[in-house]
C-alpha cells in the first residue's frame, strides 16, 4: 500500500522554528516529486513546496518565500520542511503529497494524513 | 493562475444530481484535478486529466471541461459523498492552485 506519513507538527511560538517529516512507504520514493500543501482550521487547501527527485528543483509559496526550506532524503525515504520565522498565519494542517502523472497530467496523490502546526503564544 | 469553484455550498438530498464547477483565469488545457475531502480526513484524488476517474472511485462521479471551465457531476449522491470537493490546476508546473472548496451537505 502507497502511504505517507507526517510528524513533527505541535505548538510553536511565533518567530519560532519547527521541521517537519513525511516518510513514504510502499512505492520508490526516489521516483517521484514531492510536494507539501497546507490547510488553515476551517479553510481551503494551500500549495507549500515542492521539490523534484534530485532536489535540484525547488519551487516555494510566495508566503513562505525565504522562511521555509523543502528538502528531502531518498535513502530514507523522507521528505523534511523546515520552518522558521513562524507567523500565526502559518498555522495549519501541513500534510504531504505524491506527485503522479495519469495520463499525462500531473496531480498529487496520495496524501499523507497531515500533522498540525499551531503558531501562538 | 485563479481558481474559482462554484457553489460554495450546497444542501443537496441523497439520490440528487450534483454539479460543481471551476473556473481558471487563463486556459489551462485539461489540466485540472478533483479532490474530495471528508471532514477530518486527507484529501483524496478523484478525477485527473479534467474526466479521468481515478481507480476505485464509483462511476456515478465524472468530470468534464477544457481550457477555462470544468464541472465535477456526481450523479444518484450517496450518504458517503457528503464532503468538500476541490479542484486543482496543475498547468503551472509545480505551482498548483486549488479551488476555494464546494462544501455538499445534507
Known amino acids: 500500500e502507497v502511504q505517507l506519513v507526517e510528524s513533527g507538527g505541535g505548538l510553536v511560538p511565533p518567530g519560532g522554528s519547527l521541521r517537519l517529516s513525511c516518510v513514504g512507504s510502499?512505492?520508490?520514493?526516489?521516483?517521484?516529486?514531492m510536494n507539501w500543501v497546507r490547510q488553515a482550521p476551517g479553510k481551503g487547501l494551500e500549495w507549500v513546496s515542492y521539490?523534484?527527485?534530485?532536489?535540484?528543483?525547488?519551487y516555494y509559496a510566495d508566503s513562505v518565500k525565504g522562511r521555509f526550506t523543502i528538502s528531502r532524503d531518498n535513502a530514507k525515504n523522507s521528505l523534511y520542511l523546515q520552518m522558521n520565522s513562524l507567523r500565526a498565519e502559518d498555522t495549519a494542517v501541513y500534510y504531504c503529497?505524491?506527485?503522479?502523472?495519469?495520463?499525462?497530467?500531473?496531480?498529487?496523490?496520495?496524501w499523507g494524513q497531515g500533522t498540525l502546526v499551531t503558531v501562538s503564544s | 493562475i485563479q481558481m474559482t469553484q462554484s457553489p460554495s455550498s450546497l444542501s443537496v438530498f441523497v439520490g440528487d444530481r450534483v454539479t460543481i464547477t471551476c473556473r481558471a483565469s487563463q486556459s489551462i488545457s485539461r489540466y485540472l484535478n478533483w479532490y474530495q475531502q471528508k471532514a477530518g480526513e486527507a484529501p483524496k484524488l478523484l478525477i485527473s486529466?479534467?474526466?479521468s476517474l481515478q481507480s476505485g472511485v464509483p462511476p456515478r462521479f465524472s468530470g468534464s471541461g477544457s481550457g477555462t471551465d470544468f464541472t465535477l457531476t456526481i450523479n444518484s449522491l450517496q450518504p458517503e459523498d457528503f464532503a468538500t470537493y476541490y479542484c486543482?490546476?496543475?498547468?503551472?508546473?509545480?505551482?498548483?492552485?486549488f479551488g476555494q472548496g464546494t462544501k455538499v451537505e445534507i
Open positions: 503529497a505524491r506527485e503522479v502523472y495519469y495520463g499525462g497530467k500531473n496531480c498529487l496523490d496520495p
Open positions: 486543482q490546476q496543475s498547468f503551472t508546473f509545480a505551482r498548483y492552485t
Open positions: 521539490i523534484n527527485i534530485s532536489s535540484s528543483t525547488i
Open positions: 486529466g479534467a474526466s
Open positions: 510502499g512505492f520508490i520514493f526516489s521516483r517521484h516529486s
